[in-house]
């Protein structure tokens, strides 16, 4: 029913009540609460029309807003994420091209190190080659951490280097480790002493080859199965007593150039430690490094 269908249907009573009783204020008064009433049910409908509207209107905004926010989430992920590969990537290539120089410039540096110890000639432009490369490769291992290097023993030296967990505070180290083995090796003295340590080995060998010359071979005739006859062969050598006081003399000479060769090579030892150990060390670093680049760290 209608709202005016309602108010014809109260008109209508109200008029049927005043045909009857001969009284319409009641009538009227019940046609007037009646539509108050329904004019009140009309407000409270459009009301709750209206509510329900804006209630529809926040949650469609809300809802909107909502996708909106998830939306601009999801694009910035996207974009550090984006953004920390390419980084990766930076960081990768980067260490790699890093990774390739010092090993290119360590074997250089090793090839100087080997050949300077072996060939005779040259030594001086082997000797410079040695400290140019070691001064561009320190230049690799660059540190803000200031480090007194007279504190750092050599045994120091190898339990940090030779650390294959990381390379965390290596950079000093390697920079420490690189100037005392080339400052060493290329060193007047190194070289001297090195010289020394050849002319008391090849004093000994002269020194043996006069008491061989000393000695007199004993020789008896022995059977030879294989030849099916006695040959002639030496059983004993030693050196005749008229010449005991001589051989003497020459074995104190052996003996003292052996002391002097053994205390120059104790004297090169640290030197011959760092040599030997170089490539183990440069290996260790460049591993750890390697592993690194692959993770794009």
């Not at 108050?36 to 009301?47: C, E, M, N, P, T």
């Amino acid at each position: 029913m209608s709202i005016w269908d309602k108010i014809s249907y109260l008109y209508d009573v109200a008029v049927r009540e005043e045909n009857v009783v001969g009284d319409w204020w009641p009538a009227v008064i019940t046609a007037l609460i009646a539509l108050a009433g329904v004019g009140l049910q009309v407000w409270i409908g459009y009301k709750n029309e209206k509510s329900n509207h804006s209630f529809s209107e926040n949650q469609a905004a809300l809802q909107n807003a909502f996708e909106e926010n998830e939306l601009k989430k999801r694009l910035e992920f996207e974009d550090k994420w984006e953004q920390k590969k390419i980084d990766a990537d930076i960081i990768s290539k980067a260490r790699i091209k890093w990774i390739e120089s010092v090993r290119k410039l360590s074997a250089e540096l090793i090839s100087d190190i080997y050949n300077f110890k072996q060939l005779e000639t040259n030594k001086l432009e082997i000797r410079d080659s040695i400290k140019r490369n070691s001064e561009l490769l320190k230049l690799y291992f660059s540190s803000s951490k200031l480090m007194n290097s007279n504190e750092i023993t050599v045994k120091k030296l190898f339990e940090r280097l030779e650390n294959t967990n990381d390379n965390n505070d290596k950079n000093e180290y390697m920079h420490i480790y690189i100037t005392r083995l080339c400052e060493g090796l290329v060193s007047d003295m190194y070289i001297e002493k090195k010289e020394l340590i050849s002319i008391y080995e090849q004093k000994i060998k002269r020194l043996y080859n006069q008491i061989y010359d000393l000695e007199e071979f004993i020789y008896e005739d022995i059977y030879s199965e294989d030849a099916e006859e006695e040959i002639n062969q030496i059983v004993d050598r030693r050196i005749p007593k008229e010449k005991e006081e001589q051989a003497s003399e020459i074995f104190k000479k052996i003996s003292s150039s052996k002391f002097k060769k053994d205390a120059l090579i104790i004297d090169l030892a640290t030197e011959e430690v760092l040599v030997d150990k170089f490539a183990t060390v440069i290996s260790v670093y460049l591993k750890i490094e390697w592993e690194k680049a692959k993770e794009g760290k």
